[in-house]
Antibody
Framework: EVQLVESGGGLVQPGRSLRLSCAASGFTFDEYAMHWVRQSPGKGLEWVSGIGRYSGSIGFADSVKGRFTISRDNAKSSLYLQMNSLRPEDTALYYC????????????WGQGALVTVSS | DIQMTQSPSTLSASVGDRVTITCRAS??????LAWYQQKPGKAPKLLIYEASRLESGVPSRFSGSGSGTEFTLTISSLQPDDFATYYCQQYSSYSTFGQGTKVEIK
């Protein structure tokens, strides 16, 4: 059974940093691209970032470009999102999602990690 | 960047109704489009991929069509379990979601 478990969320002040982790199990991690998608309270889904199998293909939404970094450790079956210079508008539930063979088609999702940016 | 525009934003319908949601891309995405269903407090669930392919385990009352820039999700006979929010997503160039369509009880 595929499982994706996010951790690292919490309350952080504007301008500070936070690192999210996603522990994956139930599939061969290094065979699939992985993504982060966020959802602000009461709002829709926003794709944040994605990373290819061996980190060769990486993309970011314009809203986070230059502030967020995505990485993965295939040996640990883990995905990471380093979030710097956080803003109040980054407040959201951050989902980790597994891609199917196509880079961006998301077939399994975690339950999310809540990030609140507030002073 | 590719923008995705969904309509309507809210749809009121009754059990048994035929429901159609539209999604438009700002440029051609061929058929690299997916539809997801999200219920309150839950993660999204994949329903349709490559514009018209039904995900395993999804009821056949769900169908998708379109190519290029215009796409539709149709629920042929709305069931109580279908009241939820639906999102389209392009995965032709990175990824973008539509703003969502909430299907509510009329």
């Amino acid at each position: 059974e595929v499982q994706l478990v996010e951790s690292g969320g919490g309350l952080v002040q504007p301008g500070r940093s936070l690192r999210l982790s996603c522990a994956a199990s139930g599939f061969t991690f290094d065979e699939y691209a992985m993504h982060w998608v966020r959802q602000s309270p009461g709002k829709g889904l926003e794709w944040v970032s994605g990373i290819g199998r061996y980190s060769g293909s990486i993309g970011f939404a314009d809203s986070v470009k230059g502030r967020f970094t995505i990485s993965r450790d295939n040996a640990k079956s883990s995905l990471y999102l380093q979030m710097n210079s956080l803003r109040p508008e980054d407040t959201a539930l951050y989902y980790c999602a597994k891609a199917r063979l196509n880079w961006g088609l998301l077939d399994y999702w975690g339950q999310g990690a809540l990030v609140t940016v507030s002073s | 960047d590719i923008q995705m525009t969904q309509s309507p934003s809210t749809l009121s319908a009754s059990v048994g109704d035929r429901v159609t949601i539209t999604c438009r891309a700002s440029q051609s995405i061929t058929n690299w489009l997916a539809w997801y269903q999200q219920k309150p407090g839950k993660a999204p669930k994949l329903l349709i991929y490559e514009a018209s392919r039904l995900e395993s385990g999804v009821p056949s009352r769900f169908s998708g069509s379109g190519s290029g820039t215009e796409f539709t999700l149709t629920i042929s006979s709305l069931q109580p379990d279908d009241f939820a929010t639906y999102y389209c997503q392009q995965y032709s160039s990175y990824s973008t979601f539509g703003q969502g369509t909430k299907v509510e009880i009329k």
